[in-house]
């Protein structure tokens, strides 16, 4: 089977796909990205241009999605990367056509955004897909294995702690900045962290926060980090001349969840720390505790037992697992390897790949008619869980996941759905 590919967005996150994409094309030859489509011409053709670098085929430039949709009728798939605020209609109208969706994360702007896209999915009978990319590290992979082998017992409960930021802004991404966009980093950066928690310890049942705004006065600064390379390139469109802005929501959430295996998790996430950060992923469970990997860098979890005192790192974790192998997407991805306790690759090449198996497995799903594994369904509980601490500081209370799922609880993202006119 043949598949014809569009991608819109052609921001950072876009050329990271179309990178991804080039990392596909040099094992699967059944997909071809037709066109690349952004608001800026600029930006649209430099994409363009690197994958024909890639693959030696130049996709088509748009401005206009719309035009594109109506130019391109061999399309059979999406690949949205724009910003989340426009995700839920770019997909809806692309279901419409007859097309099958990827769409960045987070899924939506809101769960009654994600809500529209997944009826749209279910009406029209197209595969839409979430590229999420931290679960499918296979550090990662090999971190749930270990869970479910049940080495560390029964989990009893989970710490996911991220602390760091200040007065900057990495990257100059303004979207960032702003709550009707998505942005901040407990929504867009807490889509990640929301996933990881429900991939590691299954459904929550109630989340208990409070959230505030620490640092509302920020500065854009030329970032050094390494995502920035994606950047220098795009035009911002959601910016000002002046270095200094206003952060529009919180940037700060501590959380209690309740999951519904029983077990507790302290969800802690903020970008306003000064002069200190913090990072801490672990499981603990009724005979040890497992240290979660940090996505992306290769480096593998770390496993320590009550009993005797033992530690496993390294190949040793193998043997906890014999019979755990990577799946076949993410295996032939990353070059045949169905088992490893760690890789030794730059971030540019992990990402690469990571999006490629994004790809792959959409690709797979259309093609078998299969789920993906991060659906309609498991899209929208991430971004309800992103918001559940917010949603409890705005009412003040505790919520139940499924008073955000359902929309019953929404009065921190009610300006956004009004301003969007959902």
Not at 168 to 182: F, P, Q
Request: aromatic fraction near 6%.
């Amino acid at each position: 089977m043949s598949l014809s590919l569009a991608l819109v967005g052609c921001g950072g996150m876009g050329l990271r796909h179309a990178y991804g994409y080039g990392e596909l094309k040099k094992r699967f030859s059944g997909v071809r990205l037709e066109a690349v489509c952004d608001l800026h011409a600029s930006s649209a053709g430099h994409v363009a241009s690197e994958v024909e670098l890639l693959t030696g085929e130049r996709p088509r430039v748009y401005t206009s999605f719309d035009e594109m949709l109506a130019e391109e009728p061999g399309l059979d798939a999406l690949d949205i990367a724009t910003d989340p605020r426009t995700h839920h209609t770019l997909a809806v109208s692309a279901m419409e056509a007859g097309l099958h969706v990827l769409v960045e994360k987070p899924m939506a702007v809101t769960v009654k955004a994600c809500r529209l896209m997944a009826e749209a999915s279910r009406k029209h009978r197209r595969v839409l897909s979430v590229a999420e990319n931290y679960r499918r590290d296979p550090m990662n992979r090999l971190a749930k294995a270990l869970l479910e082998s049940g080495v560390i017992g029964t989990p009893h409960f989970m710490l996911k702690i991220g602390v760091g930021g200040g007065s900057s802004l990495a990257c100059s991404v303004g979207w960032h900045t702003r709550k009707e966009y998505g942005g901040g980093v407990l929504v867009e950066q807490g889509a990640h962290e929301a996933d990881l928690v429900l991939y590691f310890m299954g459904e929550v049942r109630s989340v208990s926060a409070e959230a505030a705004l620490f640092t509302p006065d920020r500065t854009f600064v030329a970032s050094k980090e390494r995502l920035s390379q994606y950047s220098e390139y795009r035009v911002e469109s959601v910016s000002s001349n002046s270095p200094t802005f206003t952060l529009g929501q919180e940037d700060t959430a501590f959380a209690l969840l309740r999951f519904q295996s029983g077990a507790i998790g302290q969800y802690t996430l903020t970008n306003a720390s000064h002069g200190f950060g913090i990072s801490l992923e672990t499981v603990h469970g009724s005979l040890g505790t497992l240290m979660l990997p940090a996505s992306r860098t290769g480096k593998g979890p770390e496993v320590r037992l009550e009993a005797g005192g033992r530690r496993y790192e390294g190949a040793t974790l193998l043997d906890l697992v014999p019979e755990w192998e990577l799946d076949d997407v993410t295996a032939g991805i990353w070059d045949g390897q169905r088992r490893m306790s760690s890789y030794d690759l730059s971030f540019e090449e992990a990402d690469r790949k990571l999006i490629a198996v994004e790809l792959q497995e959409f690709i797979y799903a259309i093609e078998n008619g299969t789920k993906p594994e991060i659906d309609e369904v498991v899209g929208a509980m991430v971004v309800a869980l992103a918001y559940a601490p917010l949603e409890s500081n705005c009412a003040g209370r505790p919520v139940q996941m499924s008073e955000v799922i359902s929309g019953a609880e929404s009065g921190y993202q009610r300006s956004i759905d009004e301003g969007l006119g959902l």
